[in-house]
């Protein structure tokens, strides 16, 4: 390989990076990475070409890279999901909440179903005011065999969402399940629909704010020195 292709190189991974991930490199040279969770959570079963999906085999090694990266000092994750699947969004969520190194979320445009586990594993959560989330009972598709058994399993899987959510949120587990089976707010299902307000009323996301907010949290527990404002 000559001097050119070298240079060509990285340049090339990068713009693959952003078509496959939507983000030029969780390892860059900024201290603070950066994740997004956007459109749905693809699982064991690939979704079709033209949706927007987030695919969890991706990003579980990038996970697991910023923690090892000395030169990480903590963890951005940016969502704006309509859930997906729940296991894979589990997965992740469980990925985040394990690491020792400081982690925000920052919920823009919104974070439904599946992307409330996401949005509350993080050490801080952040909303923006207009954003949305979405907390409804957990669903299965395609063929059901047998309906008693696929009940205890949605019961019991639902009781694993509630149980995280509720372990990293200041939410209780009686308002959890409360908003879950609410029969007034939507109008095909039950569940609930909070604004970035009401999110953070119900001790469900930490604090309104945008994305200087997350940054500043993450430099200040990263011990770096705060950005200079322009006056």
Known sequence: MNENEREDKPCEDRIDNIQQMGIPSPLGDQPIACLTIIGQIEGHMALPSQ????????ILPMLMAVEQNEKTKGLLLLLNTMGGDVEAGLAIAEMIAGMKKPTASLVLGGSHSIGVPLAVSADRSFIVPSATMTIH????????????QSFDYMRDMQA????????????????????????????????????GQEAVDSGLIDQIGSLSDALDYLRGRAGLRPRRTNI
């Open 160 to 195: 694993r969402v509630a149980r995280f959510v509720v372990d990293h949120s200041g939410m209780s587990t009686e308002h959890f399940y409360q908003l879950l089976m609410s029969r007034d707010e939507m109008a095909n299902d039950v569940g609930s629909i909070l604004d």
């Open 137 to 148: 009972p957990v669903r299965i598709s395609g063929m059901v065999i047998s309906a008693r």
């Open 51 to 58: 949706n927007k999906a987030t695919k969890y085999e991706h």
